[in-house]
């Protein structure tokens, strides 16, 4: 498969809820790197990120574009409540080995009126 067919395969398990799903995208070994937060490292971890995630909010994941370049998949997102971010998708061997993500943890937080950090 081609990093953008994984990465549309990523948007529709993200979209469904479904960590399970999302979790079998990666890499045994993969790190998913929100840079809001810190590094979460190997599938049932980011299987357990996932769930939790689901859990705490409805996220919405609509395309703007996908990108690929090599083994390299860029999807630029927003959601339907403006939130805007960028990811970036390291595939090897069709598993997702590394995902960097980039957004407003701050706007998620107020916009879905959940706990804000006390730093």
């Not at 706007?107 to 706990?115: K, P, Y």
Request: proline share 3%.
């Amino acid at each position: 498969m081609q990093p953008k067919e994984i990465i549309q395969l990523f948007v529709q398990y993200f979209n469904q809820g479904d960590a399970d799903a999302l979790a079998e995208l990666y890499a045994e070994d993969a790190i998913n790197h929100q840079v809001a937060n810190e590094p979460t490292i190997g599938k049932e971890a980011i299987r357990q990120m996932f769930k939790t995630e689901f859990a705490q909010a409805e996220i919405v994941c609509i395309v703007e574009n996908i990108f690929e370049d090599g083994d390299w998949g860029i999807l630029e997102w927003k959601d339907p409540l403006g939130l805007r971010g960028c990811g970036f998708f390291h595939i090897v061997n069709n598993k997702i080995q590394l995902q960097r993500g980039y957004w407003d943890k701050l706007s998620f937080l107020r916009q879905h009126q959940l706990h804000l950090p006390t730093k």
